[in-house]
């Protein structure tokens, strides 16, 4: 059965590519974490991963010019979509940064951020292909750990 | 938005003070300050995130590249007063393996000293 | 000519109507004005009049659950669209409120958004049938005062 | 999100602090202590927003209201230290024509004695 937001309240964003436009979503998610009464902490790994999620979708959809953004506030976890129209990517075939191997190696520098995404994240699945990318991303508001 | 609010010469150690938004920007800000000190003849450098709460990975990936810099130049880096989530960012690079963090300026100045 | 985004720039928000939403109104705008570069004066008017229309919006279109908010960036100036599905209202019959004869008499303290939202804007209009209200408002880069 | 921070009585003035977003329900969380302290017999109020830097009309209507009970009760009220969008929402609305406004809390609580 597919949910729709008359029984899941959901914020919806859709933004342009410009510099830092990424800081829209965060303040979204600011909001609606303090109307889901969520940690500070939790609150701020959301909004981190959140960036992360629309700097990959920016990058990687330029010729769209625009990513969606979800926010469906569930009864027991706040869940994110971010969705870009761009290439799309083998999620299973990004390799796992290691600061080791970067420093002092030709190396690039940069490639943290789906490891990040996981790292603050309750769950995170990837559906992705040549017609775009869906990052779907899950903070519960209990914590099970 | 996000900008370099203070360089101030503490002793040996340059101290570097941020505001805002660590994106690539003014990570890359940072990392041509720390250089031109490095040819000064600088080894030591505190950063303080203090009022940078916010950061991405291609900001903290540029600090890396910092660390890369100052081990070759055999220098030394530390960050002080990081947001609880900067400061988690870094743990989950590696960062903190790398260069330490301090609660407060005085504490980062103390151990360079 | 319709614009595209494609030529324009948009931010579009879809809120839910939960308690203090229009928050997350004010903290896109806030992003938004940033990014172009407007005074913190307008910045703000900018999110008290927004403010105020989210909020008729969300009292009105109840039954809808939800509400639109586009940020039309142009060259010069910010465009603001706020949609509601609700009952819509004559823009023209709404009293101008006046202070004086609210007090001390049974008149309702209420009444001020539609005179804030025009106070505070350049330019505003209303498009409302019984299927619902598009508030258009306009903040001008330049003071042309 | 939003609340009263502070409730001081200095000399035979009442001094309301809050905190957050003057929308309703801070609003009506003001209007309900003032209410209580003119049934405790006091007459001289003070409002210091200086960390509400947003508010709503139906918020700032509630002041009116409270305008409204200090006229029957014959007191007074002032704000104080007001963000100027708050400043300017006030002045708009007419408020500004029944309650005085201050920029320090010392010159509210001066004028009040
Ligand atoms: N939304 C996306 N669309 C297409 N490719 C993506 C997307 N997100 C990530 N990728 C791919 O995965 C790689 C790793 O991404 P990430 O870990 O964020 O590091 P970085 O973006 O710094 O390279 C990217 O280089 C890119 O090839
Ligand atoms: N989006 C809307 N949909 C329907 N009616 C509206 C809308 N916006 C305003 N109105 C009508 O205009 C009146 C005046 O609105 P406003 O000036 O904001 O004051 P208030 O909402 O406090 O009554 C409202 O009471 C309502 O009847």
Known sequence: MKETSEK????????????????????????????????????????????????????????????????IIRENNLTIKVIDKGAGFDSAGVAIPNIESKLNSEESKRGWGVMLIKELMDSVSFESDHTGTTVTMVKNLENDE | MNSIIGTDEIGDVIVISTQGYLNKDLGEEIFALVEKNISDGKKKFIINLAQSDI???????????????????DGTLAFCTLAPIVEKTFTIMGLTKYCSTFESQEAALEHMA
Do not use: R, W, Y
Request: with cysteine.
């Open chain 2, 55 to 73: 950061v991405n990975s291609i900001g903290a990936s540029i600090m890396i590249e910092i660390i890369e810099e100052l081990q070759e130049a």
């Open chain 1, 8 to 71: 899941t309240p959901t914020v919806e964003l859709k933004l342009p590519i410009l510099e830092n436009m990424e800081l829209v979503a965060t303040q979204t998610a600011d909001v609606v974490s303090k109307h889901m009464k969520l940690s500070s902490e939790k609150s701020d790994e959301i909004k981190m991963a959140l960036i992360e999620a629309c700097i990959n979708a920016f990058e990687h959809s330029k010729s769209e010019e625009q990513i969606f953004i979800h926010f």
